[in-house]
């Protein structure tokens, strides 16, 4: 066997025929109505089987400043591993899910439009995409089976042909209007009011009523026999393959023709049929007729010529469209359609849009206004995986991350509080006299927050732009991708603004100091990180401090002599986290009961646990290290043998604990080194 053979035959052993066979059943219409009595949910409308195929991936419940929300675990993208999973949008999410869940219950938002709105770049095609990937895939599952029928032709030669019905309609609806209550009473017979119920809604389309009609002629009005004319089978939606999902996008106005929505005339059929109003002489491929029992996405709907408009009004309200020549056609199918804020604007200006405006329901879909909710897209483009024979290193797509959040966010009202401290309390960081409810009210006097600022697409470009331009480097750092960020913005096409331009140059200088700070945090606990150094001088200030609490004597150590208790070494670390001599009394009395509860319920204290006072050690272990291992050393050419192997354990420690690999973390210590070397390192480390 050769090794192509070798190849298809093991291929051939992976696949599932009585899954493939499951998917393309055919069959009678009776063993149609047997499926329909055993599951009625096969006979679902669009919207239901919409709401139903987002549930079908499972929910979560989350808490986000004290308000409880769904996570639909759809959006995170199971089906494609992540590749369109959307991050902190919980709330719009959300929004969505309770529109389409009322369409699905028919309380009438079915009759609208699903307007997604908001700025370029914040996820809208990415919702849309994802409805229809779900569909695609749902319809694939026992779950969220679906069928239509084909029509029986003899050709000339005498065999037998299959013509399918061109809308992929409901097999149900062949039923007459005369017959469907009866049906319905035996199929429904039995389910209380809060079981679903079958429902037939709706009439075939132009061509499946015209291949109705001649059968019902030529059997003499006995319907029973046009079931023998037709077969029922399982239908897969596919975009590709244009059955039950459409995308119409706007082009320019001259190129552009309503057929495209509703089907056109086929010329050439026309001399078989004898006339252009003969359904077999049209094609019934419109983006409204292929999307029937699906869904359709309208790409900047608000760009649409006024003539589409129209269409789209009777197919939201009515559920009806009007295909040329032909009378009013049923549809059973999810409009979705996304614009931005200009377009929406000029909607809102415009009165005779005012019937359209009414026939929509508006979801806003702002930018992500969560630091790690952002970073979470950047690391799903620049992972591993993605970004190959190169490094990022550490916080380089964080720092990116913030300046994107921090021009979406509207100054504070609170004077005391900046835009940086904002960010950070949205993103879940404690600051001193700031709870929860003062988040939520942060929140709830910022509306439009979101709503502008600068797209993570910008910032994507950005980043590629930096991997590009330092090819010859093994790693890209966050000055690199702070250096394009600046340089794009001379020629950002949607800042007109030179007062925008300069706030969003602002906000880079203040990233800068925030990663300035971070790194040198870094750097200072990597020094400080000897546990037994740590350990020993904890152990020292409780010693001090229960002393000083209970107006003891500190036993000396080496004197055995009772001596008062250490103020100066008690206030060094305690001046480290800005802690006034004034509240002195006040934190050492926190850390002795703090100490006695943990005794209390049998544990041990260990100073981890307890942020504050690790943050105040390291600092003051760190002010105590520095000059023996002599940092601003790194910035000469020559480094003593004892130093380089100090600050090889420190860069050791940046590799182990932070991410760094060797040359970034040799980078991140020279930098550092650097600011130490200048002066500008704040008391307490910042």
């Given amino acids: ?47 239901q089987r919409v709401y139903d195929m987002i549930l079908s991936f499972g929910t979560d419940e989350i808490v986000i ?53 908001g700025p370029v770049g914040s996820s809208k095609s990415t919702i849309a995409r994802l409805l229809k990937k779900g569909m695609e895939y749902y319809s694939q599952t026992d779950e969220g089976a679906l069928y239509t029928f084909d029509w029986r032709e003899e050709g000339p030669d005498g065999e037998t042909h299959w013509i399918p019905c061109p809308m992929h309609e409901e097999p149900l609806r062949l039923v007459p209007l005369e017959h469907r209550a009866a049906l319905l009473g035996e199929l429904n017979e039995g389910r209380s009011p809060d079981d679903f119920q079958v429902r037939i809604v709706g009439d075939l389309d132009p061509y499946c009523r015209q291949m109705f009609k001649e059968r ?32 119409f996008q706007p082009k320019d106005e001259k190129n552009q023709d309503a057929t495209e929505l509703t089907g056109d005339i086929n010329y050439r059929k026309i001399a078989e049929y004898g006339s252009d109003s003969d359904p077999r ?35 939201s309200q009515e559920h009806k469209i009007k295909p040329k020549k032909f009378a009013q056609t049923d549809i059973d199918e999810v409009i979705v359609g996304h614009t931005n804020e200009p377009e929406y604007r000029k909607l809102q200006s415009n009165e005779f849009m005012e019937a359209l405006r009414d026939r929509t329901v508006k979801i806003d879909v702002p930018y992500v206004t969560k630091l790690s909710d952002e970073v979470k897209i950047y690391e799903k483009d620049y992972n591993s995986r993605r970004v190959t024979g190169k490094r990022i290193a550490p916080h380089t797509l964080e720092v990116a991350a913030m300046w994107a959040v921090l021009t979406r966010l509207e100054e504070p009202k609170n004077a005391g509080l900046t835009l940086m401290q904002k960010l950070k309390l949205y993103n879940g960081k404690t600051l001193p006299g700031f709870t929860e409810d003062n988040i939520k009210e942060l929140k709830e006097e910022a509306e439009r927050e979101g709503m502008h600022g600068i797209s993570p697409r910008y910032v994507q470009d950005k980043i590629s732009n930096a991997l590009v331009a330092h090819a010859d480097e093994r790693s890209v750092n966050p000055f690199m991708v702070l250096n394009e960020l600046e340089t794009g913005l001379r020629h950002h096409s949607l800042i007109n603004n030179e007062e925008v331009r300069k706030h969003y140059k ?8 925030e990663y300035e700070d971070v790194v040198k945090n870094e750097v200072q606990r990597a ?38 208790p250490d103020e100066r070494l008690m206030r060094s670390i305690e001046e480290k986290i800005d802690i006034p001599e004034s509240r002195k009394d006040d934190f050492r009395r926190e850390i002795m009961n703090y100490i006695g ?17 690790q943050k105040a050690l390291e600092l003051k272990l760190f002010q105590d290290q520095k000059d023996t291992i002599k940092l601003t ?54």
């Avoid at 992540?82 to 899910?97: Q, S, T, W, Y």
């Fill in 597 to 613: 509860a943990l005794s209390l319920d049998g544990k041990s204290f260990d100073y981890k646990t307890n942020e504050r006072l």
């Fill in 527 to 564: 020094i400080a990180a000897d546990e037994e150094a740590l350990t020993r001088l904890c152990g020292n200030y409780i010693d001090n401090v229960k002393a000083y609490t209970q107006r003891e004597k500190v036993k000396n150590k080496y004197t055995g002599q009772p001596e008062e």
């Fill in 506 to 513: 602002h906000l880079l200088a203040v990233v800068k100091e």
């Fill in 216 to 247: 019902l002629a030529s059997y003499s009005g006995d319907w029973t026999r046009v079931l023998d004319d037709i077969r029922v089978r399982r239908v897969i939606l596919s975009e590709q393959d244009r059955i039950g999902i459409g995308t």
């Fill in 281 to 315: 002489a049209f094609n019934f491929d419109g983006e409204f007729n292929i999307a029937n029992r699906g869904i359709i996405e309208f790409i900047e709907v608000l760009k649409l010529d006024v003539a589409f408009l129209y269409d789209l009004l009777g197919a």
């Fill in 65 to 117: 400043h004290k308000e409880k929300y769904v996570r639909y675990k759809f959006f995170d993208d199971p089906i494609d591993d992540g590749h369109d999973a959307i991050f902190g949008l919980e709330k719009p999410l959300m929004n969505l899910v309770n529109v389409l869940k009322s369409a699905a219950l028919g309380y009438g938002t079915e009759r609208r439009v699903l307007l997604l709105h």
């Fill in 633 to 686: 050393s790194l910035v000469s050419s020559v480094v003593d043998k004892d130093t380089q192997e100090k600050i090889d354990i420190v860069k050791g420690r940046l590799i182990r604990d932070y991410g760094y690999d060797e040359d970034s973390a040799s980078d991140v210590l020279n930098y550092v080194a650097s600011i130490f070397a200048r002066g500008d390192v704040k008391r307490g480390g910042g």
């Fill in 1 to 47: 066997m050769t090794a192509g053979s070798d190849l298809i035959a093991k291929i051939a052993r992976r696949q599932d025929l009585a899954e493939y066979q499951k998917k393309h059943w055919t069959g009678t219409f009776a063993e149609y109505l047997d499926f329909v009595a055993r599951d009625p949910k096969v006979t679902r409308n669009a919207y």
